[in-house]
């Protein structure tokens, strides 16, 4: 009995070039990875008047075969889940609205960490930078800023202390080469050398997950 099970699933491997355009037509209008034993026959009897001899054979054995009981709905519908592809992927052939560019693991606004070798407060040069915080979004758009299609946008924001009232930066390395300085000015400083900070970062063509503090220093003219 298996050895004429295993002959009837070869001729089906034979068979696949048709049968299976039939069942994801079929999967696709009704929202489903399943087929029955119904369904297949109703197939195959279309088949007993093709004009191809060969699939004609083929379709005739395959129904001896089902109504002898040979072959199970679950082995029917095994074969489908293996042979078919997945008529609800989104990665199938061809993509009418292609995002070339957003990796798979995106989370719109999730926080990028700090460098886990780093830590607040973070001094350099009489400058405390208490927090960092850096979120991302899906941008998916031309920016003004620098007329360049952008996947992400990176919302910042600086916190910190500094001891004199004059301009400052702080320069970022997301990765890859990738740096990016953030001008503070002075009217930014509060009475008490306070200041917090927000900036819109584009120009990141990765999916960035972590940032590294290079440099705070002071800018004078």
């Known amino acids: 009995m298996k050895k004429i099970i295993a002959l009837l699933l070869s001729v089906i491997m ?7 355009a039939h069942v994801v037509a079929i999967t696709t209008e009704e929202k489903t990875s399943n087929v029955s034993i119904d369904t297949y026959m109703d ?12 699939v004609r054979f083929i379709a005739q054995f395959m129904i001896i075969g089902i109504k002898l009981k040979l072959i199970d709905e679950d082995d029917l519908k095994g074969w489908f889940d293996i042979k078919s592809p997945d008529v609800n992927d989104d990665n199938n052939d061809i993509n009418d609205n292609p995002d070339v560019s957003l990796d798979n693991d995106f989370v719109d606004g999730e926080e990028v960490k700090l460098y886990d070798k780093q830590s607040f407060p973070f001094v350099m040069n009489g400058i405390t930078i208490t927090n960092i915080t850096i979120t991302k979004e899906d941008y998916n758009d031309i920016n003004e800023q620098n007329g360049y299609y ?14 004199e009232p004059e301009c400052l930066a702080v320069v970022l390395n997301y990765g890859s080469d990738i ?12 009475e008490f050398g306070n200041f ?24 004078y003219d």
């Open 14 to 20: 034979i068979f696949s070039m048709t049968s299976t």
């Open 43 to 54: 197939y195959l009897e279309s088949k007993l008047n093709d004009s191809n001899l060969f």
């Open 150 to 163: 952008n996947p992400y946008k990176y919302l910042v924001k600086i916190e910190g202390y500094a001891s």
């Open 179 to 190: 740096y990016n300085s953030y001008l503070i000015k002075p009217e930014q400083l509060d």
């Open 196 to 219: 917090s900070v927000k900036a819109e970062q584009f120009g990141l063509y990765e999916d960035v997950d972590l940032y590294y503090i290079c440099s705070v220093h002071y800018v």
